[in-house]
């Protein structure tokens, strides 16, 4: 495990940044300082953890996003120097989830003194595209090293286009809709439940808006997986409405993946 401090340096506006001598050096030790907090921390829940520690200068978001590329996992927390609006995640792990270069865990809980949940199935959020599909992945590796259940949920329906279109004149049948979509799911998931035997599955499919219904399977939840787009990508990158809206809601950490 990589700990990773980015030391920023001091608002200057559109100012070039003047440092007096020795500035740097002392701002780098400071990050040190906190990366061996950190590490005492980590040591405490895993003694054996091989650890190493780096502190480098400028901005946390573009550092990090940097840091990414050679990383299988990226850890951050829900919030940080920059103060608290809402309960809603910072700029740099929304900054993070939406370009880092690997998977990006937000680790939050209900509130934000409570620790995130460590107990509770993982779920998943499958809307059938190739991203979704990296999702179920890292999905099923986190439930097995886990060893707890992992929910897939698909939802398939806005409600307020239902109503709307409950007003005129046109017979759907809801009920095959739901089969299709089930079947939809199923086959999703069959490659990855026949290469994870050990994990007990259990597949929702909810006629409901994807956040609402994501956020309320997660409520118990120690794991909420998705992926960093979904079906509806528009072209260019960054995150999702879906992905975005449940980093800034969800009552358990997020992971947030892309292929
Ligand atoms: N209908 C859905 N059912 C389940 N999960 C969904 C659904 N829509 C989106 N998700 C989850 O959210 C992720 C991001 O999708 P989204 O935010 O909708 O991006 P986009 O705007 O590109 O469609 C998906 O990869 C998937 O994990
Ligand atoms: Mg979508």
């Not at 953890?49 to 840091?67: D, K, N, P, Y």
């Not at 998977?103 to 939050?108: K, L, S």
């Not at 209900?110 to 190739?130: H, I, M, Q």
């Not at 994501?214 to 998705?226: F, I, K």
Request: proline fraction near 6%.
């Amino acid at each position: 495990m990589r700990l990773f401090h980015a030391c920023v340096l001091p608002p200057t506006g559109s100012r070039p940044v003047t440092l007096p001598g020795g500035a740097v050096e002392a701002l780098v030790e400071c990050g040190h300082q906190v990366l061996r907090e950190a590490e005492r921390a980590a040591r405490e829940v895993e003694p054996g953890v091989e650890v190493s520690r780096e502190v480098r200068v400028g901005g946390a978001a573009a550092l990090l996003i940097e840091e990414s590329a050679n990383a299988r996992m990226a850890v951050l927390g829900s919030h940080g120097l920059g103060g608290f609006e809402g309960m809603l995640v910072g700029s740099v792990s929304v900054g993070v989830s939406a370009h880092g270069h690997c998977p990006v865990v937000v680790a939050r809980g209900r509130t934000l003194d409570e620790p995130p949940p460590d107990r509770g199935p993982v779920v998943v959020g499958v809307d059938g595209s190739r991203i979704s599909e990296a999702a179920v992945g890292f999905a099923f590796d986190a439930a097995s090293l886990r060893g707890v259940p992992l929910i897939a949920v698909h939802t398939w329906t806005d409600m307020s286009a239902g109503e709307t279109w409950s007003v005129l004149p046109f017979d759907i049948d809801y009920d095959e809709v739901a089969e299709d979509e089930r079947r939809l799911l199923a086959e999703r998931l069959a490659g990855w439940r026949e290469k994870y035997p050990d994990v007990e599955l259990r597949q929702l499919v909810l006629r409901d808006r994807p956040v609402r219904g994501l956020l309320a399977t997660a409520e118990d939840a120690q794991l909420l997986v998705v992926g960093s787009r979904g079906r509806g990508a528009l072209k260019g990158v960054g995150l999702g409405s879906v992905s975005q809206a449940l980093l800034h809601h969800s009552v358990c950490p997020v992971a947030v993946v892309r292929p």
